[in-house]
């Protein structure tokens, strides 16, 4: 048997920190690799973070809501793997080093872990039960949760009474501070700007054999599941164009004045979907595009969308990706520059979609463009 540290990993390009919201599992659990252990409370969103090892979770190291960095050790793991037998034996015998944390991160993570308190308000505490999506809307709000009744279960405060509060309150006056999420943003798209050579290319595209093969296809999908919309019929159009053009399905990694510069290429697309939330974006990674249907990929595409709204992204969700789109849907411009997040390839910016006059074959007709 050994003892492996679980270690915060990082979570997008830009995590600098993040919250623990709560243990998935408890002490003398039973813990599977690639199973969800924790969730923590990203710049961007809830995240779910898997467990590296097989075994049985030994310790937590770290209380809900203290604050994390990446490298923090967060839990020991006892797993009976041999290689991580041999590791372990092979480390210098240090009488304390069980008691003594292993860097100053993960001090830094337990003392404030200590201050946190855990799970639950002691009996007298003035701690405000408020859902993670919630409070992290009312940090971007600059709203005093104190101010704010709760109508969840024990007067529990949910988004909605956040975003009420938020509607009350009047407009605010000077300098506001920028949220976490909005820092997020400002750091990807000044990375992107600056260290990215973008050109944009622009075509009108005729939508017609689109437009009508929806309604027949969505009359045949069953009751309740979600409707194939035109996102799903870009997103698999731009999986084609992935496989066909291999060299722009990678992604770009290191410093380019440097020799670890490298071009990653992907097994499969990876798409994200820029998705609008309160005060920011997100976008989800849809994995594996290639091997979906569009009645399937519609159920992802809403799903991933439903939880980014929710902030309840899991991790994996958040990464891998080589191209995104974006879609500023029927009311938008006509065209639009959208910028490419750092790491990717290139993105898709699409407009709304009109009737125009065209010539084909001479003559003159009316097409959605």
Request: aromatic share 2%; glycine share 8%.
């Amino acid at each position: 048997m050994a003892r492996v540290a679980l270690e915060i990993p990082k979570v997008g390009l830009v995590m600098e920190q993040a919250r623990l919201v709560r243990w998935l599992k408890n002490v003398g659990d039973t813990v599977t690799q690639g199973e969800p252990i924790l969730e923590l409370e990203t710049e961007k969103s809830v995240v779910e973070i898997e467990s590296t090892e097989t075994g049985r979770l030994l310790e937590q190291l770290l209380d809900v809501d203290a604050e994390v960095h990446i490298g923090d050790q967060a839990a020991w793991i006892e797993t009976s793997n041999d290689a991580e037998t041999t590791r372990e034996a092979n480390k210098p015998d240090r009488p304390d080093e069980r008691d003594a944390p292993s860097s100053p991160r993960a001090a830094r993570g337990e003392k404030t872990a200590a201050r946190s308190g855990g799970t639950a308000p002691a009996p007298g505490s003035t701690r405000i039960m408020c859902s993670p999506v919630a409070r992290r809307l009312a940090a971007q709000n600059g709203l005093d949760l104190s101010t704010v009744k709760g109508t969840g279960p024990r007067g529990r405060i949910q988004l909605a009474d956040v975003r009420q509060a938020i509607e009350r309150k009047a407009p605010p006056s000077g300098p506001q501070p920028l949220s976490s999420m909005r820092r997020a943003v400002a750091r990807s798209m000044t990375l992107s700007a600056t260290t990215i050579p973008q050109f944009i290319v622009s075509q009108s595209v005729d939508w017609t054999a689109v437009q009508s093969q929806r309604p027949g296809l969505n009359a045949r999908l069953p009751h309740g599941a979600p409707k194939i919309s035109v996102n799903d019929f870009l997103l698999s159009a731009i999986a084609r164009a992935l496989l066909t053009y291999p060299a722009l399905n990678a992604t770009f990694q290191g410093d380019p004045g440097s020799a670890d510069a490298a071009i990653i290429p992907a097994q499969g697309a990876h798409i994200g979907l820029v998705v609008a939330i309160d005060n920011g974006l997100l976008v989800p990674i849809l994995h594996d595009v290639q091997q979906l249907g569009l009645a399937e990929l519609a159920r992802r595409r809403a799903d991933a969308v439903e939880r980014a709204l929710k902030g309840r992204l899991r991790q994996a969700e958040l990464e891998g990706g080589t191209f995104s789109l974006s879609n500023l849907g029927a009311r938008g411009p006509d065209r639009f520059t959208a910028i490419v997040n750092p790491g990717q390839s290139a993105i898709l910016a699409v407009g709304r979609q009109r009737d125009c006059v065209v010539a084909i074959n001479g003559g003159i007709h009316v097409r959605p463009l």
